[in-house]
């Protein structure tokens, strides 16, 4: 995990108060495909970040890490419980093709934000669109899945200075995002997404992770569950599993190209 590759792309996703979203894209083109006995999620990607006074924006290494402890503990505890599973990053270190795919992961699940925001310069009518064109068909036995679940959030905090600043004369202000896509093995491409563009819980803590986690993928599993799927054969050598999922509390408050035609993000005034 790289975070530092994202600081870049962070900027993109900042929000202008006042500014309405633009139009939406069809973002569950082929949803009800998705067996969840055949679906393997990655560890996520993404930072967390502040913006201080002057708009300037700063990595936080340590929200970072703990943000990536509960959104992964959270998407592993959400797809075990329905017949899914979550890999560490190490079950994928030695496929064909997954530095590559890693990089363009982080890149299209930006777009897909972007997308969402209505900030895209000629988005597609559907994620679908969006294929990882290398290819990784050949996970599907070592994996024994037909989807990979992708994950990257970018979610910034804005200093009191900055808060002070933007209510009196405007501006950009720190954005709390989180995006989610299922990539088919077979051909590469996105055939689901979800996207939360008004993050209010803190993802460094288990309990609102996992809130944001359940709103992101809930209604996507509880639909693939509803849908008959042939028997699935076991895989013969499957990768190590991840540790046990842990159950939320009860009562909570590189490689640096990629293939695929990436739009150009909408300059920050």
């Not at 949803?31 to 930072?47: C, F, H, K």
């Not at 530095?99 to 969402?116: N, Y």
């Not at 359940?214 to 699935?232: E, K, S």
Request: hydrophobic share 40%; charged share 20%; with cysteine.
């Amino acid at each position: 995990m790289r975070p530092t590759s994202l600081l870049p792309a962070m900027l993109a996703v900042t929000s202008l108060v006042g500014v309405a979203c633009g139009p939406s894209i069809v973002m569950d083109p082929a949803g009800d495909e998705i067996n969840p006995r055949r679906l393997v999620a990655m560890p996520s990607a993404g930072i967390e970040y502040g913006f201080d006074f002057g708009g300037q924006s700063k990595l936080d290494e340590g929200a970072t890490r703990a943000a990536h402890d509960s959104i992964d503990t959270s998407i592993n505890y959400r797809v075990s419980t329905d017949g899914g599973r979550f890999l560490p990053a190490d079950a994928f270190t030695q496929l064909e093709n997954y530095r590559t795919f890693r990089r363009w992961s982080e890149l299209v699940l930006k777009d897909v934000t972007m997308a969402a925001l209505g900030r895209l310069r000629d988005p597609p009518p559907s994620v679908f669109e969006w294929h990882f064109r290398s290819g990784v068909a050949s996970w599907r036995a070592p994996l024994a899945a037909d989807h990979v679940l992708i994950t990257l959030f970018i979610d910034g905090h804005d200093s009191t200075g900055r808060a002070i600043a933007v209510a009196f004369a405007g501006g950009w202000t720190a954005g709390h995002r989180i995006a989610t896509c299922a990539v088919r093995l077979a051909d590469g491409h996105l055939v689901w997404c979800n996207v939360d563009l008004r993050m209010r819980e803190n993802i460094t803590k288990r309990a609102g992770a996992q809130e944001v986690v359940d709103g992101l993928l809930a209604r996507m599993l509880a639909t693939a569950n509803t849908i008959p799927h042939a028997a699935v054969p076991e895989a013969a050598a499957p990768p190590r599993q991840a540790p046990a999922a842990v159950e939320p509390p009860q009562n909570p408050s590189g490689v640096d190209h990629h293939d695929v035609d990436q739009k150009p993000d909408e300059e920050a005034p």
